[in-house]
């Protein structure tokens, strides 16, 4: 029998444990593998879910954001008159914004609503900012009297879906008061502005440019023009019509030209001021006496229908009160200004035969309140102002009368000062003198610093933004 050395007897044992232990590691790197692989898996599908919810809840803040640029405009659009008192502005803000928005593209067949102080945006359902409707916002309007706040929701996604997001922010608004560039034009009327010969113009060295005129007559014939010459150009509503005949707009007499080139239009007028002249009547404390030559700070009574003689002299402040119609016979030298007060008459007047000369108030201790009085000329809302015969004259600073005529025979000069008519019917503004009327420069540098105020709307505070819990 063949024996053999021990080591080949131990060979074989040997390399089937091998093979054994071969495929266990194999089936371990298998299962490795695999875990590895649900693990990618299931980690790829987190994050793309965490990544879907931070897209929709990135979506719902733009939806909010969108939403409160939205309400901002519309707030910024309301218009509440300056003598309403903060506590009743939403009885005024409110039906603006249900004509701004009810029956708009934007809310559809949607409306707002009003409870109490609060105001819903829509009053249900929410508004779409895509065809789709995953992306929208509602708002809601908080009055507490001196602010408002506005909340703001945010949505995207399906309504009512696990997978719709919702965020939420607010910002107070605070009333503010409008300004206005109608103290920029030399006249400007509510009404009908007629020219029919003259001229409206600079004064030397001035260019004719800043003579222009704006009518906020929104129907039918707004300016109608026949004669005379204008420096600058003419400005109207876009419903309204001009008629020009003859004259000359804007350094032309070519009615092409003119209507080319110096007439333009506007959707809408600035805003006239709302005016108050019982602020001034403080400075009026002496009685008007009749027939004196030489008066200080006058108030004059109602119904009392004073004339003035040639050369008479008033210092300081005329103010009149209503229904009164006074009578300037001759030369008047006003070292002052003239106020009258608002009235239900309809004949309040200011007819001056003869030169108005302003000059300053004296410097002297008893017109020290009145001295500090800028931009104001003649302050008398409802009065008409006619101006006939010889009169002429300067004056510093603006008038401001329900209508305006100028039919005289001499030059009148307007330093710093602005021609306003408040009267919105035909012919609130006549120019049918001889001569001219030539302004150094028009009102906007010197606006009435009492007794005038225009409306409110609401302004954005930035620093109140901020994001709420939804």
Known sequence: MRSYPPNLLCRNPRRHARRGVTSLIAMLYLVLISSIAIGFYALTTTSAQVANNDEHTSRAYLAAESGLDFMRRQMARVTVPPSVLPENSINYYFPD????????????????????????VPANGTIKLDSAGNSRFSATITDWGSDVVVKVDGYYGKAGSDTESHRSISMDFTRQSRTSSIFDYAVASKGQIVVKKGTVSSTPGVDPAIATM??????????????????????????????????????????????????????????????????????????????????????IKANTNPKFNANDTVQGIMYVESPNVITFNGNFNLKGFIVMASGTSTTDALNFSGNLTMSAVPNQPQFNAVRAVTGVAVLAPNATMAMTGSSGGSVRGNIIVKKFSMAGAADMVIDLGSI???????????????????????GGNNMPQEGISYSRYYLAKPDTYQELTP
């Open 214 to 299: 704006m009518s906020a007559k929104d129907s039918g014939t707004s300016i109608d023009m026949s004669g005379g010459t204008i420096g600058g150009d003419l400005n109207l509503i876009d419903t309204a019509n001009v008629s020009i005949t003859g004259g000359s707009v804007g350094g032309s007499s070519i009615l092409g030209t003119i209507l080319s080139q110096h007439v333009h239009k506007t959707d809408t007028a600035p805003e006239f001021p709302t005016i108050d002249p019982t602020v001034y009547k403080k400075y009026a404390v002496n009685s008007w006496v009749d027939k004196a030559k030489t008066q200080s700070n006058i108030l």
């Open 97 to 120: 914004l249900q004509t701004q928005l009810n029956g708009t593209d934007n809310l559809g067949s949607l409306t707002i609503s009003r409870s109490g102080n609060t105001i819903s």
């Open 420 to 442: 306003m008519t408040l009267d919105g019917g035909s012919t609130s503004a006549l120019f049918n003198g001889s001569k001219s009327i030539r302004f150094s420069a028009t």
